[in-house]
């Protein structure tokens, strides 16, 4: 990522200037459009209400980066102290922090060596759930090949002892406990949503026999598949050469 570092003079052709400069930043790095355009707008009314409260004229300094991985952008306004998100009209206009909260931005303002500082943090654009899952795929595969030919045999066993096993079992017990309810309450409100009994007790008996249908299907095929895997159905090893 390019950083950027401009000096301007603070005026109505600066705030266009600096407004296209931040909406060209926000596009490298892949930031969704409204909150590139909330970015924008946030800007543009920092330094009009700046002029009105007569900084206009003055040395404008923007900078934009990326700071242990996270993107930001800083306006810097030389001039008497002037915090444009205090809700005070008879200072700082109509630009007041229910304005923000309505945006849902929430810039911070500092005021150090005579200039008025605010400071943005951006979003990029989130990557899709596949190349989550490909990257976490990617990783659990390297990790487990180094553990196979780099880790030491000791070294293994230890992690998987103290470390992986116990995850592994809480991970589980937790998601147990999170499935069984949220299955209770999704059969709940389907039956609850249905209304009628009369329609109820179709549904009802579609949704039964249907079931014991896969029930019986699953047992049948069990049953006929699981003795040619070897082990015999009660649990003994099946003697090939009878």
Same mark, same amino acid.
């Given at each position: 990522?390019?950083?950027?570092?401009? +000096?301007?003079?603070?005026?109505?052709?600066?705030?266009?200037?600096?407004?296209?400069?931040?909406?060209?930043?926000?596009?490298?790095?892949?930031?969704?459009?409204?909150?590139?355009?909330?970015?924008?707008?946030?800007?543009?009314?920092?330094?009009?209400?700046?002029?009105?409260?007569?900084?206009?004229?003055?040395?404008?300094?923007?900078?934009?980066?990326? !700071?242990?991985?996270?993107?930001?952008?800083?306006? +810097?306004? +030389?001039?008497?102290?002037?915090?444009? !998100?205090?809700?005070?009209?008879?200072?700082? *206009?109509?630009?007041?922090?229910?304005?923000?909260?309505?945006?849902?931005?929430?810039?911070?303002?500092?005021?150090?060596?005579?200039?008025?500082?605010?400071?943005?943090?951006?979003?990029?654009?989130?990557? *899709? +759930?596949?190349?989550?899952?490909?990257?976490?795929?990617?990783?659990?595969?390297?990790?487990?090949?180094?553990?196979?030919?780099?880790?030491?045999?000791?070294?293994?066993?230890?992690?998987?002892?103290?470390?992986?096993?116990?995850?592994?079992?809480?991970?589980?017990?937790?998601?147990?406990?999170?499935?069984?309810?949220?299955?209770?309450?999704?059969?709940?409100?389907?039956?609850?949503?249905?209304?009628?009994?009369?329609?109820?007790?179709?549904?009802?008996?579609?949704?039964?026999?249907?079931?014991?249908?896969?029930?019986?299907?699953?047992?049948?095929?069990?049953?006929?598949?699981?003795?040619?895997?070897?082990?015999?159905?009660?649990?003994?090893?099946?003697?090939?050469?009878?």
């Amino acid at each position: 990522m390019d950083s950027i570092k401009e +000096q301007y003079v603070l005026d109505y052709e600066t705030v266009d200037k600096v407004s296209r400069l931040i909406m060209q930043f926000c596009k490298n790095i892949n930031t969704k459009k409204s909150d590139a355009l909330r970015h924008r707008i946030t800007a543009e009314e920092c330094m009009l209400n700046w002029m009105d409260y007569g900084l206009g004229g003055g040395e404008l300094i923007v900078t934009a980066g990326s !700071f242990l991985g996270e993107p930001y952008i800083t306006l +810097q306004m +030389q001039g008497k102290q002037c915090d444009p !998100f205090i809700e005070n009209e008879e200072d700082t *206009g109509s630009f007041s922090g229910s304005i923000l909260r309505g945006l849902n931005i929430s810039p911070s303002y500092s005021y150090k060596k005579g200039y008025n500082r605010v400071h943005f943090r951006l979003k990029r654009k989130a990557s *899709g +759930q596949l190349v989550r899952l490909v990257v976490i795929i990617a990783a659990a595969t390297l990790f487990s090949l180094a553990g196979i030919y780099i880790f030491p045999e000791k070294v293994c066993k230890g992690l998987l002892t103290w470390f992986i096993t116990p995850l592994y079992e809480t991970f589980f017990k937790v998601l147990g406990c999170i499935a069984g309810p949220m299955i209770f309450m999704s059969v709940s409100w389907g039956i609850y949503g249905i209304g009628d009994a009369t329609t109820f007790g179709k549904v009802g008996k579609k949704l039964i026999g249907r079931f014991l249908a896969a029930v019986f299907f699953c047992n049948a095929l069990t049953v006929c598949i699981y003795p040619l895997l070897g082990p015999s159905l009660s649990g003994k090893a099946v003697d090939s050469d009878h």
